[in-house]
């Protein structure tokens, strides 16, 4: 077992995906009770570039558990590239970023506009006839759960 942050993060970039899947849920449980992760907060910024989806829905989601950490606006910088993953190449990915938009909202208020306004203006049409009304669901989730804050 791995005790060490640093060791535990390079695991997320493991070429087998339940090892990676297994870090990223200690690193969540984790970026819940400590600010710990937050310090990697610039890698998991890179990792929103990855041509890996895996990797790019890692990054998105810690970083979404590293909003209340986030005394230092790094979210607040990527906020454009993260939002832009509302619509990414693989649905799973942006299904994922759109659930995760609740979490950075209820941490960073001053957020909350513009992505209300990228939730609103997604476009969708990328995604299989049978993956639109998912992701659909997803927006719509998303903003009745962001307006209830």
């Not at 005790?3 to 870090?23: G, V």
């Not at 849920?25 to 570039?49: A, C, G, H, P």
């Not at 990527?78 to 509302?86: F, P, Q, R, S, V």
């Amino acid at each position: 077992m791995v005790d060490n942050i640093s060791q535990r993060f390079e695991l997320l970039f493991d070429k087998n995906n339940n090892i990676a899947y297994k870090t990223l849920q200690i690193l969540q449980k984790e970026s819940e009770e400590t600010n710990s992760v937050y310090f990697y907060m610039d890698r998991l910024s890179d990792m929103l570039e990855s041509y890996n989806s895996y990797i790019r829905t890692r990054g998105l989601t810690l970083i979404a558990y590293n909003a209340k950490w986030d005394s230092d606006y790094k979210i607040d910088e990527i906020i454009d590239k993260y939002l832009k993953h509302i619509a990414d190449s693989s649905s799973i990915t942006a299904r994922k970023c759109i659930i995760l938009l609740p979490i950075i909202t209820k941490s960073k208020p001053e957020l909350r506009e513009c992505i209300i306004s990228a939730l609103e203006k997604a476009d969708i049409s990328n995604y299989t006839d049978s993956m639109q009304p998912l992701v659909y669901r997803d927006i719509q989730n998303s903003l009745v759960e962001i307006h209830r804050q």
